[in-house]
T-cell receptor
């Protein structure tokens, strides 16, 4: 059974720092991996989707990498800003090319001005 | 605006009430989902409707009943709920199958409190 874990559970950094969030999964036979952002009391916003054949994806100050063989993904945030404060979640499909997703518990990020 | 609209945003109901959550998507997707987010637990998939076929998580109690009258609308009917059902219920939509790079779009969620 696929399990997704995220560490750390919470992270507080000063503005301007570069940071890395970690996601690990137990079954490496994934079709893709997605990173999401969730603001307090709100829904999820997709940040990056990495296909299983890709090693990384970039969007602005965000870079996500995927290492299927080791069951790991990282989300790198460059030059963090207070507006980056949110919960970051990673998720993998339960089966095949679907959005029946298994989520990690998330990392709560606070960027201090 | 994500293109997925959920109503109501907040709902308080007694354990003997019957209520419904509504979701509407304006993205032309052919799959819709209900996810449940409880405190300190990962998001959990409850139901999926794709191509008019329903797929469900077998661990979801029968007091939750989904309805998908068409590809743009999704309901979650609630009856005789328990306090532990209090959570954020998130609706989402996407294309199915996802193909290459087709991500999922979430609504803002409906906060449910069962008293």
């Amino acid at each position: 059974k696929q399990e997704v874990t995220q560490i750390p559970a919470a992270l507080s950094v000063p503005e301007g720092e570069n940071l890395v969030l970690n996601c690990s999964f137990t079954d490496s036979a994934i079709y893709n991996l997605q990173w999401f952002r969730q603001d307090p009391g709100k829904g999820l916003t997709s940040l990056l989707l990495i296909q299983s054949s890709q090693r990384e994806q970039t969007s602005g100050r965000l870079n996500a990498s995927l290492d299927k063989s080791s069951g790991r993904s990282t989300l790198y945030i460059a030059a963090s800003q207070p507006g980056d404060s949110a919960t970051y979640l990673c998720a993998v499909p339960r089966d095949g090319a679907t959005n029946k997703l298994i989520f990690g518990t998330g990392t709560l990020l606070a960027v201090q001005p | 605006e994500t293109g997925v609209t959920q109503t109501p945003r907040h709902l308080v109901m007694g354990m003997t009430n019957k209520k419904s959550l509504k979701c509407e998507q304006h993205l032309g997707h052919n799959a819709m989902y209900w996810y449940k987010q409880s405190a300190k637990k990962p998001l959990e998939l409850m139901f999926v409707y794709s191509l008019e076929e329903r797929v469900e998580n077998n661990s979801v109690p029968s007091r939750f009943s989904p309805e998908c009258p068409n590809s743009s609308h999704l309901f979650l009917h609630l009856h005789t709920l328990q306090p532990e059902d209090s959570a954020l219920y998130l609706c989402a939509s996407s294309f199915h199958p996802t193909g290459s790079g087709n991500t999922i779009y979430f609504g803002e969620g409906s906060w449910l409190t069962v008293v």
